[in-house]
């Protein structure tokens, strides 16, 4: 039964420290997906790779996160430094070329 | 305006009931049609596509989509307690396009 895994699954953080959240998509998945999910936005794209190549990070905010993939079995998000209003949860997806989109279990991020 | 509008909700059923869960969008572009359900502390998961206009059935949920009236939904028939959950409309366009997802809404199914 494949699934996406991610890492940690939750964090606790003091303001201005980095973060680092991994992912690891499903094998023969082309496309990675990092969301951030929160009560008031719902969930809202910040990077989406495809082929290993970012294809959109217009949702990210650029002076503080970064997202990678090092290899096709690994995606990194980084946030650096950390803020409060960086709570919430993150989740990381993958697919192949469609619609349907295979959600890990997130990460939920508290920044104090 | 969102690109993707659904009330959050949330709504409260009685068990056995017909559940109404709709999202209306702005972009024409938008061809693939999805729903999502995501229990509590959980990733979403896909339920439901329709590809354009239409409608699709899948046991006791019928997705609807009318891009007429850039209205969809979805049905939930003999509601249970299990289908408690929040549901989330996506749709996205042709191509490698993003997927746009509503707020979602969430559902409590009251045995």
């Known amino acids: 039964d494949a699934r996406v895994t991610q890492t940690p699954r939750h964090k606790v953080t003091e303001m201005g420290q980095e973060v680092t959240m991994r992912c690891q998509p499903i094998l023969g998945h082309n496309t990675v997906f990092w969301y951030r999910q929160t009560m008031m936005q719902g969930l809202e794209l910040l990077a989406y790779?495809?082929?290993?190549?970012?294809?959109?990070d217009s949702g990210m905010p650029k002076d503080r996160f970064s997202a990678e993939m090092p290899d096709a079995t690994l995606a990194t998000l980084k946030i650096q430094p950390s803020e409060p209003r960086d709570s919430a949860v993150y989740f990381c997806?993958?697919?192949?070329?469609?619609?349907?989109?295979?959600f890990g279990p997130g990460t939920r991020l508290t920044v104090t | 305006q969102k690109e993707v509008e659904q009330d959050p909700g949330p709504l409260s059923v009685p068990e056995g009931a017909i559940v109404s869960l709709n999202c209306t969008y702005s972009?024409?572009?938008?061809?693939?049609f999805m729903w999502y359900r995501q229990y509590s502390r959980k990733g979403p998961e896909l339920l439901m596509y329709?590809?354009?206009?239409g409608n699709k059935e899948d046991g006791r949920f019928t997705a609807q989509v009318d891009k007429s009236s850039k209205y969809i939904s979805l049905f939930i028939r003999d509601s249970q307690p299990s289908d408690s959950a929040t549901y989330l409309c996506a749709m996205k366009g042709g191509g490698y396009q993003k997927v746009t997802f509503g707020i979602g809404t969430k559902l409590q199914v009251i045995p």
């Open positions: 972009n024409s572009a938008f061809q693939y």
């Open positions: 329709t590809y354009s206009s």
């Open positions: 997806a993958s697919g192949r070329d469609s619609y349907e989109q295979y």
């Open positions: 790779f495809r082929n290993r190549a970012p294809l959109d």
